[in-house]
Every structure is written in C-alpha cells, then in structure tokens.
C-alpha cells in the first residue's frame, strides 16, 4: 500500500515537472502534534512518529528521523521502498543538503506553503534561486491523492477561568502590548496554538491530548482578533471574548485580514515558528522575533504554580494505585503492554478534575522499551509477565495544570548491568533534582548532571533529558529544556527562571533488551542570593514511587539515598491519605529508607 501511494506521488511529480516534494510532519501552526487532517506525512510512509521529515524525487523517497525514532522506523518503513535517514549520525546528509544537491537549474522543489515555516521556505527559495531552480507553494499535492483524508477539526472550545489561569486576558494582552512597544512594532501576528490559548484564556480539542483550537490571532495597540471557525465558539465563550476585547473571524480571512496592513506598519511576527504562506502574505514590515507569549506562559504564575502542586498530588495517586495493582497482578491475570495502559487512564480519568490524556501513554515491555516513543496497540501489544521490567511514560490534563511522568516498574528478577543502569538513570534525576546554580545558567549548562552517571557507563541517549510543559495545553513547551548541545533549529540558550516547570527525565536503552526512563517534573525557584548573585533552585512536584526493585544502593552516594530517601518520605505522606488502607500499607513498604 505505502509501495502505491509512493508511485502515485511520483507520477503525479512527473507529471507536474517537480523535481522534488517536501512532507513534513507540521500543520498550518507548525504544531508538534498534529490533527488527522494533517498526517500527510504518516499517510504517505506509514511512519506513525510524531516528528519526521520526508523528502520525494521522481526516482526515490527518504524519511528523516531523530534518535527518538531510529528503531520504531526502521522496523515501519520495512518493505516501502523508503529510505531512512537518521538524523545526525555520521555520513547522514541534512535534509537541506539533499534537496539542494538533487534541485538543479530550471527545476522545482514543492510544498504546501502553510506547513513549512517561513524561514525554511525562504532559505530554499534563495539557495535555489542561485543556480536557476525555484520554490512551487500554492498546491497541496499530497492532498491531491490522499483518498479519505479526514475533516479539518473543528470541536467545541471552552474558558479556562481565572482561578486556573491566575491572569485575566485583558493584563495579558498589556503585558504583550508593552513588548510589541519594545520591540517599535504595531500589530502582533500569532500562528502558534498554545500561544493564542494561552493568551485569550480558552482551550479546545483540535488536536489529540492537546488542548488548543485551530486558530490564528492578531493583536494591534487597540484591538485583538482570533481568527477561528465560529462554530466552535458557544455563548460563553463568544461571552468571554467579546468581553476581554476579542473579535471572531472566520479562520480563512486571516491571510486576506495580513494582506491588507499598512505599508508602513511594522509587523511582530514569529518567523521560525509561522508558516510560509502567512508571513510572504505580508507587504508590511516584518519584525521577526519569538512570540512574547511563548517565555510568558512558560514562567508560571502564583496561581498556577498552586494548582500545578493540586494536580501533581491527584496523578501521583493515578500512577501509584496503578503501581500497586501492575505489582500485584503482573503474571497472574492476562495483561498487555496496551492493557496496562488503558488501565492507567482510567485511573487518571477517575481523579477529580481531570480533563483527559496529556499524550498517547508509551507503554513499553521489556525489548519494546528501547524504543523511546514506542506505542503499544490492541492487536500487536507485548504480553506483560512477572519478569523484566514495563516502562510507563504518561501523563493527565486538569484544570489545574498537566502532567507528565515516567515510572519504569520491575516485575521480576533483573540482572546485576540492568540494576546498575536502572541506578544511574535515577541517579541522573536526583542529580538535576538537587541542583544549585546562579542565575543565567541554561539547560545546556545543567544537562551533564543528568547524563553523567550514564556517560561513567560509555553510555548515552539520543534526546533531550527535558523540557517544558504547558498549563493544561503543550506537553512539550519552550523555552526551556535540558540538552548537552545545540541541534540545527533549535534554541537551547533559554535562562532557568523562578516559576518555570520542567521534567527531568534522563534514561538508557538497549536495543534488543530493555528500556529504563525515570521522570519527574521540577519547579525553578529562587534560593540563596548573596555577593555571589542569584543562586537557583529546584523544587520536585511529581510525586510517585521510584521502583526500588531497580535500585541497588551500592552505586548511589550519601547524598543520593538521603535524596530518595526524603522523596519517598513525601510520597508517603502525600499519597498515602488518598489510598486504601492495603494500598497504604504496600506503599509504606515502597518508599522505605534505604
């Protein structure tokens, strides 16, 4: 099937005289997870990861994965045809190198102008512009073959109220107009979607485990707009915007509504981050810069950092009760890595305001653990016995904020090598977890405290060991995040600021083997201040056992079994009162000094 679907693109290709055609993973909004409408990309290579790049030629199609997706591609482009290229390993062409060396004079490379973000889409319409060849963006070609594609999402939105969001829309919108003054600008133009939900207050579900609407925004000095199909959009939340200032328009008119600014009006635009048809529609003055709203949301507010410590406690029972029946039932009644899952979130759906999934849960048996963002399904899922060991990355939406965390569980006997990488993948969360820093420190600075008890092994993971994580919107969030290096297009210089969430999640997987991953998330706050400066501290808000079946001690300092030892004493405290008294009872046993 994806053998055809390939041959069809090519043909049509050859028919249109395009030399080559980018598929990218974004939406219009460039959005890291995306609708079905959008999932041209899966449609076309079968590949099902949430990030890849592919590239087609008249004559052959690549794929371009992360070290995330190294394994779970190569076994789903098996028999496709479809090269893959993994990212950065040695002798891997970047993907803009490929393109210009197979783009010559008089050619051209297409793709839908509204999924590639401006600056990539300037970038080839320049290089290419040299040696004769140009840039086609107005079609959609893909689409052009895909059979059944999916309706553009429209579900219904709704208001976070003040009490979750800790800030009206109207302070908002001052505190983005006081930048855009800043900045010489007179009208802000916003495509990302958790930027625009944070900043009107409202949440959708556009996106799977995503909490946004598909919509755009402009704000001006006098007047914001949101430009989104009104359908969505019932009497309270139309309410709710008309009196924060907001105008609807119909989602379509905002390339008309950008065409139409003042020459002389200078425009703040994200142009890494916006599509390339929005920002070329532009005759104004282009100001490009990262959307003010983007360090904003990602500093949390009082209020906000109180109802994230509220929902961290209710997921913290979510994933201890299920620790405690994964334990006791593993081995003895028939279950699935997907089973398990599916028995998580009904846990966390149970917990009193919860709004849903913040991501697809990876649940991962044994070998199938190494892969990083491996999903399970109904009829392919590993069957789960009382040996090796499960790992479960998940997480939860409440209104009082989202959450995301990892437990890697011990269902039987483990060898001594997999105890001693279970330790230092622990020892690299206690490491970040306990950190003190002046001020100005980024994660690139930090990073070595995750990954050092796993480099003493040779050892090494092919991701970042953290990230951001949104109020009731992204799972993933900006600035901020832990990472030892720069990768091309990505900004790892964000400074660690009081009020700031982040998971730290460093882990160690073994092709063929297992699969280990421990996460927390973090809280920045201010500590000590002195001749010295700011120093910075982190304060742990996930609350959930760390399996001690993993730990062996005698790999952990003093100070490492104090740590854990003082966790697992919060998580009995925090979690027990919400257990049933066996509940209780096997916990005190899992969070026992050691």
């Known amino acids: 099937m994806i053998r055809e679907r390939v041959s069809d693109l090519q043909n049509l290709l ?81 993907i803009e190198e490929y393109i210009l060396g197979k783009v010559c004079e008089g050619e051209v490379l297409a793709f839908d102008g509204r999924v590639i973000s401006y600056n990539s889409g300037k970038f080839y319409a320049e290089e290419l512009g040299k040696k004769g060849a140009r840039i086609h963006t107005e079609e959609d070609i893909p689409g052009m073959l895909w059979k059944d594609r999916p309706a553009m999402s ?35 133009v916003i495509t990302s979607l958790d930027d625009i939900a944070w900043l009107y207050n409202i949440r959708g579900n556009d ?86 709203e983007m360090e904003m949301k990602a500093v949390k507010n009082p209020v906000e950092v109180e109802n994230y410590r509220i929902s961290h406690i209710q997921d913290g029972v979510a994933v201890t009760k299920f620790m405690y029946w994964l334990k006791k039932n593993a081995g003895k009644i028939p279950m699935t890595e997907y089973t398990a899952q599916e028995y998580l ?86 490491g970040v977890s306990k950190a003190k820093f002046l001020y100005g420190c980024v994660g690139m600075a930090l990073d070595v405290l995750s990954r050092g008890p796993i480099w003493d092994l040779d050892l090494d993971y092919k991701c970042g060991s953290g990230h951001g994580i949104g109020y009731l919107l992204n799972v993933h969030e900006g600035p901020q995040g832990f990472r030892w290096r720069q990768l091309p297009g990505r900004n790892e210089s964000a400074v660690f600021t009081e009020g700031m969430i982040t998971t730290i999640e460093p882990g160690i997987y073994i092709e063929g083997s297992h699969g280990i991953r421990v996460e927390n998330e973090i809280l920045c706050k201010k500590g000590a201040f002195n001749e010295y400066g700011q120093f910075m501290e982190f304060e742990t808000i996930t609350f959930a056992p760390i399996d001690l079946d993993g730990v062996d001690a005698k790999y952990m300092t003093k100070a490492e079994r104090e740590w854990l030892n003082n966790y697992h004493a919060q998580v009995y405290e925090k979690i027990s009162p919400y257990l049933t008294a066996e509940e209780a009872e096997w916990l005190k046993e899992y969070t026992r000094a050691i």
């Open 207 to 292: 996106v799977l485990c995503t909490p946004v609407v598909l919509s755009y925004a402009v704000v001006t000095m006098d007047k914001a707009y949101i430009f989104a199909n009104p359908s969505v959009f019932d009497e309270e939340v139309m309410a709710h915007l008309t009196a924060s200032g907001v105008e609807v328009k119909p989602y379509e008119e905002v390339y008309s509504f950008v065409k139409g600014f003042d020459k002389e009006t200078k425009v703040l635009i994200d142009t890494a981050h916006s599509n390339y048809a929005i920002v070329s529609s532009i005759s104004a003055e282009v100001v490009s810069a990262p959307n003010p």
């Open 154 to 188: 429209a579900e219904k939105a709704f208001v976070l109220p003040v009490e979750f969001s800790g800030k009206t829309v109207q302070d908002k919108l001052a505190d983005v107009r006081a930048v855009m003054t800043e900045k010489g600008t007179d009208v802000h």
């Open 345 to 430: 979130s009904q846990l966390r759906y149970e917990r009193p305001n919860n709004l849903g999934l913040s991501f697809t849960p990876i649940s991962g048996y044994k070998e199938n653990a190494a892969m990083m963002h491996y999903s399970a399904n109904p009829e392919t899922a590993k069957e789960i016995t009382n040996e090796g060991m499960l790992l479960v990355d998940s997480g939860g939406h409440y209104w009082e904020g989202s959450t995301d965390i990892t437990r890697t569980f011990v269902l039987g006997p483990i060898s001594d090598e997999i105890k001693e990488h279970y330790t230092a993948v622990v020892r690299g969360v206690i």
């Open 14 to 94: 050859k028919e249109k005289g395009i030399s080559a055609l980018i598929i990218p993973t974004d939406d219009f909004h460039m959005s890291e997870y995306v609708g079905d409408y959008f999932k041209a990309r899966n449609y076309f290579s079968g590949f099902t990861g949430s990030a890849g790049v592919m590239v087609v030629t008249q004559d052959e199609a690549n794929l371009w994965v992360d070290g995330r997706y190294f394994i779970q591609a190569e076994r789903q482009l098996e028999g496709t045809g479809i090269i893959q290229r993994n990212m950065g390993e040695p002798g891997v062409p970047i």
